[in-house]
């Protein structure tokens, strides 16, 4: 019994624009939130769409396939589907992380324009109801 295994990509290959296609569908995001906890066969995975016929569930994988995202490996007769995380960490490092840092410190320097120097007195706020 041989396994053959897709190859991941590498952050050099992942393709943005694929990921965030594959990420654009709630039907895709819900089948990575399953392997997220641990690979499943197709067969489970279809399982969990009842909604959905095999062949549509086979697209939606094959689409994460090619992100990159998921990672099938057969055994025998069955075909587990693997999450692989590296490219969406590789849009959290290139995307989310960069702006991320950004809008902190931003909020740093909101703070620090906003906070009275050590030892100031804190201004008494007025009533902003008419008297």
């Given at each position: 019994?041989s ?88 849009i959290?490092?290139?995307?989310i ?35």
């Open positions: 019994m396994a053959r295994r897709s190859r991941p990509a590498t952050a050099d290959q992942v393709d943005e624009d694929e990921v965030f296609k594959a990420l654009a569908s709630g039907t895709r995001r819900r089948l990575l939130d399953l392997l997220k906890d641990q690979p499943r066969t197709t067969g489970d995975l279809c399982e969990r769409f009842p909604e959905l016929d095999r062949c549509t569930v086979m697209q939606h994988l094959r689409v994460l396939e090619s992100a990159g995202l998921v990672i099938a490996q057969r055994k025998g007769r069955e075909r587990w589907n693997h999450l692989d995380p590296l490219p969406i960490k590789h959290h490092d290139r995307w992380g960069e702006y991320a840092s950004a809008a902190v410190g931003l909020l740093a320097d909101l703070r620090t324009a906003l906070d009275p120097p050590a030892g100031a007195p804190l201004a008494e706020a007025s009533d902003p109801r008419p008297a």
